[in-house]
């Protein structure tokens, strides 16, 4: 698979570019549009959601769609729900990569998902809450809500990120999870009220908009809201 974007940084669109009977793993709801004769297959991936918006903003999963090209091979056009950046994660097949369920938006056949691994049973003592494991060979897409930055850390280097702006980090790094105030309400779904520490070799790719407080701008404002 290949993949072109278009309209980036700030409304991006990704074309799939898929080789004959190729297919690709999309997030449901972000096919824009295919070239003729491209077949689909829904199926469910964590529970279906009665608002893509809602997914989308805290952090839950969704149905995924498999697009299988013809024999003369197509393409698949994927866009986000939110507005801003789209970016390429490239995997080798020895480095995986953990990414954000609402950030995530297409891969690869050979790559694979897995919401338990045992990684997230450290940080979260059970579910992958809102993180999916990302390994294998092949590219994955994923969104950004604004523009992405890159943290770089050299080994003996730290950061501490707030969940809703992290899109994703290699799993070599070490990390921890943690609330950012003792006592405060948090959501292991979401990320709501919880912080990471990461420590250095390794990158972490961030958002500069939250979600999250977009939908809390929403709640305050209300349907009645004039400019």
Known sequence: MQVRTRHTPSYGVARLVLAPAESVLVESGAMLA??????????????????????????????????????????????????????????????????????????????????????????????????THLSGQGPTVVSCYGALDVVTLQPGEFVTVDTGHVVAYSDAMQSRLRQVHQGAPQSMKSGEGLVFDFAGPGRVWTQTRDPRSLLSWLRAHGPGVRS
């Open 34 to 131: 295919t070239s003729y004769g491209v077949a689909v297959e829904a199926r469910a991936h964590g529970g279906t959601f009665t608002s893509r918006a809602r997914a989308a903003l805290g952090g839950e999963s969704v149905n995924q769609s498999t697009y299988t090209a013809p024999q003369a091979g197509g393409w698949v056009d994927v866009a986000p729900s939110l507005p801003g950046d789209l970016s390429v994660l490239e995997l080798d097949g020895r480095t995986g990569w953990c990414a954000t369920r609402s950030n995530w938006l297409a891969s690869a056949s050979t790559v694979q998902q897995d919401s338990q691994w045992s990684g997230f049973r450290n940080l979260f003592g059970g579910a992958g809450g809102f993180l």
